[in-house]
Structures are given as C-alpha cells and as structure tokens.
Nanobody, 121 residues
Framework: QVQLVESGGGLVQPGGSLRLSCAAS????????MGWYRQAPGRQRELVAA???????NYADSVKGRFTISRDNAKNTVNLQMNSLKPEDTAVYYC???????????????WGQGTLVTVSS
C-alpha cells in the first residue's frame, strides 16, 4: 500500500510564504505525475500544480509566477513553494500522485490527508 503524507501548512499573513512537502511511502513500484490540489470551503477541489517524473510542470493560472512545484524522484517527494500568498489561496491542500505499487502493473491515484493553509492578517 502506498501512502502520501503532507506537511508544512499553517497560518501566514498576506504576502508571506509557505512551503508544502509531501512524501510517498510504502510498496512503490513507480510514480508518474505528482501534484497539489486545493479545496476551499464551498468550492470544488482544483489543480494547483503538477509535475511529471521528467520534470515538466503545469500550474493553475491563479498561481503562476507565485508558486513553484518541485520533486525529488530518488526520495519520492514533491514540494510546493508558495510565495506572495493571498487570502484567496486559503484552502486545504492535497498531495496527489499517480502510483504503481510493487508487483502490480496497474497505476492508480493516491491522495494525502490534506494540510490547511490559511492566509489572513
């Protein structure tokens, strides 16, 4: 079984920065794309940023130029550096990965438990 564990959420003032981290653990045969999603109260979960195993990235328009996603394939980790945070960035942030467990040929989506980011003065 593969698990994703996030860390790094918290309370920050507008204009501040936070760094989210996510580590995959368990019986991992391979990881394809990894990414971060967020869900604000009363809204649908949305993609924030994603990165392939080769390092290609994709960002939501609302975070381009402010957020940076990175990953370490050797450590099975993905990070999200968030700068110039705005109140509208307040949400629960979820780590996501497309994973193939060991001894399996099937790929599946795995989600972390979520970490709360609150941007407020």
């Amino acid at each position: 079984q593969v698990q994703l564990v996030e860390s790094g959420g918290g309370l920050v003032q507008p204009g501040g920065s936070l760094r989210l981290s996510c580590a995959a653990s368990g019986s991992i045969g391979g990881i394809n794309a990894m990414g971060w999603y967020r869900q604000a109260p009363g809204r649908q979960r949305e993609l924030v940023a994603a990165i392939t195993s080769g390092g290609s990235t994709n960002y939501a328009d609302s975070v381009k130029g402010r957020f940076t996603i990175s990953r370490d394939n050797a450590k099975n980790t993905v990070n999200l550096q968030m700068n110039s945070l705005k109140p509208e960035d307040t949400a629960v942030y979820y780590c996501n990965a497309n994973v193939r467990p060991k001894f399996s040929s099937l790929w599946r989506e795995v989600w972390g438990q979520g970490t709360l980011v609150t941007v407020s003065s």
